[in-house]
């Protein structure tokens, strides 16, 4: 968590410091709409979809696939515009965190699990921005979550399959049980991507995002000495409006 | 204006470019190189410590359960180990002290580790029940064979038989209730699928499996076909698993599954599904089928097990106990109640890992992790009766099999 922290810091003071003085610190352009200044203050919601990859380590394990799985993303934004070219904004936002597991063994091919993690994630986001009508932003910053609910499907080996090899009591569909030893429900990261703001009318913009969610903290405790850590990095492409105040 | 424009995209893009290099290289933690516990060649103690301990780090089912501080062990027993190395070897009582001093509290009830001594050759052995089973009060060694020479010796007893072909099964009729028959089979393992198959590949006589043609009518693979346990005049059965260790899952279904009208459906089971101690799979349905020719009437069922039932025999005391007209008589059974599967490694990266010969180490643990259907386990516990009777060895020298004959009891009085 500290590294996170220092993380963020050391990527936001450069970024300031960069667009001020490459905007020559008067926030010249990006004010398409001139008495946007007076309320710098912008709300909106967003939606859109994501992929996870779940990050471990399998070493000997080696037939154990994690893939990448789909899910979605949703919430609400804050943003305050310091200057026309830079804000920071600050969401509140349900973001899955889904992955897939396969076997890649062909006696265990019908075994998988799919799994869905339902976090809340709470970014807060240093935004630059180029252009008038169409804006390009940048954005980087930090977040921190929590591990929410989760949910496991699949087939799995059971002991009835080894006394009946039928394939009928191997499947499983139930809603994740936290172990309170093993599992780490807080979650941080750094957030960053890129994307687009239209204004389409005097007080309301478009956007669409991409965007990295880059976990730093591992999803387990560290409850045992020898063991490979497991992280989630969530790409996502979100859609929003925005009123501003 | 547009020389600004410019200016202000060209540090957009080195700042995206940043940020992407910068998380790729930033705080995360590096996955472990780990060693595979299954294929690992070992020519110190230390190595063959490291091995045997990581491999049970990762591979072991009931962490979960386990009170056992096992990074601790790993602290407290290095330097014994170390020390093997430094004055060049340790002998067979020192290593096996080590070990045993290694796995004991573990829950698992299958487990027992091999090693080989480096410096004499020799195997020593370390099995955490061995610390547990025989200190229970009502512990006693299996005398099965003084059990089974008795069988033919009841007055009333008709029909006895067994097999002659090497594999240990024994049957027989015992007088029940107005003039009907109680009808008795005992085997000292769960091999019955692979025998059937070599009497039916016409490896071994049909005698090889007399006793399971008289209570199953046929070898003992292919359900209820006739026998004694589906004709009418025969008001109930009892299986006999004392002394018996176990083995093959799929001995249940027929033999087992076909005592109930339909499906049982036990309980769950899970195994590992990752190196992490806990990672497991999710708990899927322990149901054992009901083959097609299976028992059509209500005959009481009685399961004879005691201390020395383990594993397939233990699960078969817990599947007839959950029969409506099942019980079980005897004692509280062995504890290894995990089952374990043939290349289990290879398949669930956990259970049995190592190899005795070629690497001088064997670990022998459990796959499974099974459980009722109130998510109860009983590994490292065993199955306690619905009708305790504790074996009694001056009845037996007396020429009475005292819990033979509760079970026999229990039919012609219904208590």
Not at chain 2, 6 to 13: D, G, I, M, P, T
Not at chain 2, 147 to 167: H, K, N, P, W
Not at chain 2, 284 to 289: E, L, S
Request: net charge negative.
């Amino acid at each position: 968590m500290k590294y996170a922290r220092l993380f963020i810091v050391l990527l936001v003071l450069p970024m300031l410091t960069i667009a001020q003085q490459s905007m020559g610190g008067d926030g010249s352009f990006g004010s398409m709409f001139p008495d946007k200044a007076i309320s710098p203050c912008s709300i909106g919601i967003f939606a859109g979809s994501n992929s996870n990859t779940h990050v471990v380590g399998t070493a000997y394990a080696s037939d154990m696939k994690y893939t990448p799985a789909s899910g979605l993303t949703a919430g609400i934004n804050a943003a305050y515009h310091i200057t026309g070219w830079f804000s920071l904004s600050a969401d509140f936002a349900l973001v899955q965190k889904n992955y897939r597991l396969d076997r890649d063994n062909p006696s265990l091919s019908f075994v998988y699990t799919d799994a869905t993690n339902n976090y809340l994630s709470l970014p807060v986001m240093a935004v630059i921005s180029v252009g008038r009508t169409f804006r390009v932003v940048a954005f980087a910053g930090g977040y921190v979550g929590y591990w929410l609910s989760g949910h496991r499907s699949g087939q799995s080996l059971s002991v009835s399959y080894f006394i009946t090899r039928n394939q009928d009591d191997t499947f499983f569909d139930e809603d994740y049980e936290f172990n309170e030893q093993r599992d780490n429900r807080f979650d941080s990261g750094i957030v960053y991507g890129a994307g687009m703001r239209c204004a389409i009318a005097r007080k309301i913009d478009l956007s669409a995002d991409v965007r990295w969610y880059y976990g730093l903290t591992d999803i387990q405790k560290s409850y045992m000495t020898n063991m490979n850590p497991r992280y989630n990095t969530t790409r996502t492409i979100q859609f929003g409006v925005a009123y501003w105040l | 204006m547009f020389r600004e424009m410019k200016s202000a995209y060209r540090k957009l893009l080195s700042i995206c470019l940043s940020l992407y290099l910068l998380a790729f290289v930033s705080c995360r933690k590096e996955s472990l190189e780990m060693i595979n516990p299954d294929r690992h060649y070992c020519n110190t103690y230390v190595s063959q410590f490291e091995t045997v301990w990581s491999g049970i780090d990762h591979s072991y089912l009931f962490w979960e359960r386990d009170t056992i501080d096992w990074d601790d062990v790993h602290e407290r027993l290095l330097p014994v180990f170390k020390e093997f190395d430094a004055k060049g070897g340790a002998s067979d009582a020192e290593l096996s002290e080590a070990y045993r001093s290694m796995v004991h509290g573990l829950v698992d009830h299958h487990m027992s580790v091999q090693i080989r001594n480096l410096k004499t050759g020799n195997p020593v052995y370390a099995n955490p029940a061995w610390d547990e089973v025989p200190y229970r009060d009502y512990y006693h060694y299996d005398f099965s064979n003084q059990q089974i020479a008795l069988l033919s010796t009841y007055s009333g007893v008709t029909e006895y038989c067994e097999g002659d072909g090497g594999f240990q099964c024994y049957g027989a009729l015992f007088p029940g209730n107005n003039g009907k028959k109680i009808a008795y089979l005992r085997f000292r393992s769960f091999d019955v699928t692979s025998y059937s198959q070599a009497v039916h590949s016409g490896y071994m006589p049909a005698s090889t499996m007399a006793p399971f043609y008289a209570f199953y009518g046929n070898s003992g693979s292919y359900g209820i076909t006739g026998g004694w346990a589906k004709r009418d005049d025969v008001e109930a059965l009892i299986i006999d698993v004392r002394g018996n260790g176990g083995g093959a899952l799929s001995d249940l279904k027929p033999l087992v599954g076909s005592l109930s009208k339909t499906r049982i459906d036990f309980g769950y089971s899970r195994h590992k599904e990752g190196l992490g101690r806990l990672d497991y799979s999710a708990w899927t349905p322990f149901v054992v089928d009901c083959p097609p020719d299976h028992i059509q009437d209500d005959k009481k069922i009685i399961v004879l097990a005691d201390v020395n039932s383990a594993s397939c025999s233990e699960i078969t005391a817990s599947l007839i106990k959950s029969l409506p007209n099942g019980i079980f008589i005897g004692e509280r059974t062995y504890g290894a109640t995990g089952p374990l599967i043939r290349g289990g490694f290879d398949l669930l990266y956990s259970g049995v890992f190592g190899d005795y010969n070629e690497l001088g180490y064997y670990v022998y643990t459990s796959n499974f992790d099974v459980v009722d259907k109130s998510y109860i386990s009983l590994e490292g516990e065993g199955v306690t009766p619905d009708i305790e009777c504790i074996f009694d060895a001056n009845a037996l020298q007396n020429g009475h099999d005292n819990q033979l004959e509760r079970a026999l009891l229990y039919v012609r009085t219904g208590k």
